[in-house]
């Protein structure tokens, strides 16, 4: 009896030394289209800080698909730590999910596709917004009328943030873009009236993509003649900053869905000026190897 007790054991503890080997190696193998996916990444969804809208997305999304019930969690940490962790992953052809949206230069740099979502939470196409403070029109409308103009698509949005992504500064990216691109130059500032030094307060958050814009809109600003600061803030105090008036403008704001909410809750308070870029998108996003995972669905079912 004794002896049959300790050979139970010794099984049991091979058995459960196996097992924990075979879940650790398998964080860190490549990705097994025959093996479920989940256990393969222990369930969770590689995502950004806890501010951005696309993660409030992403847990309704935890709710409606529904991840969460199986097991699913997103994880918070940030695109710098996002992007090293997916480019690690890419290397070694190892399975990840991550919160993904476009324009962004991850798009240019690793092989990713969106995962498709039927039950539409990441809405269809979100668009990027410039928004400027109630008065701000009457106030100054020479700046506001090149705020208005400024418009711009993923790829030459995307070709300001490369440059800043190889290290070039992103205000001499800024002024690269201008110089190869006179004719937009012209389109933005058409009919508008000269600085003469005015000020002119941008605020933005820190995304790659609105480091872009707001430091394109400087330069435009400071060529025309007024003097522009701008400054970066968290997404809610960006919000903010135009709401009170301690900001003239701001060309952050991903619409109608990743910050749908602050819009629905500042709507009176500023003004929503129309778009400055169309055909962004927000989801999540796998590596193309992962060739049966292609939509969210699958992250339960396969
Ligand atoms: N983003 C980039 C932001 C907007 C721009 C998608 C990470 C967000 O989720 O709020």
Redesign the pocket.
Known sequence: MRKKTRYVLATLTMFLMATVLTACSSLTSPYNPHKKLGPQINYTITG??A???????TQNALKEYPLAQNKWQLQTSS?AAMTSTLAKAIKYKQPIVV?G?QP?WMFKKFPLKFLKDPKNVYGSS?Q?HTIARKGLAKDNPGAYKILKQFHWTPSQMSDVMLQTNAGVDPKVAADNFIKKNPKLYQEWTKGAAKGNGKAVKLTY?A????IASTNVMAEVLNKMGYKTTIQALE?QPMWASIATNAADASL?A?LPN??GLYLKQYKDKIDDVGPNLNG?K?GLAVPKYMKNINSIEDLINK
């Open positions: 950004i800080d501010g951005a809208g696309i993660m409030a997305s695109t919160t949206w962004h979100e990027i958050v995304w790659d993509s609105e997404m952050s991903w990743t910050a962004a927000v």
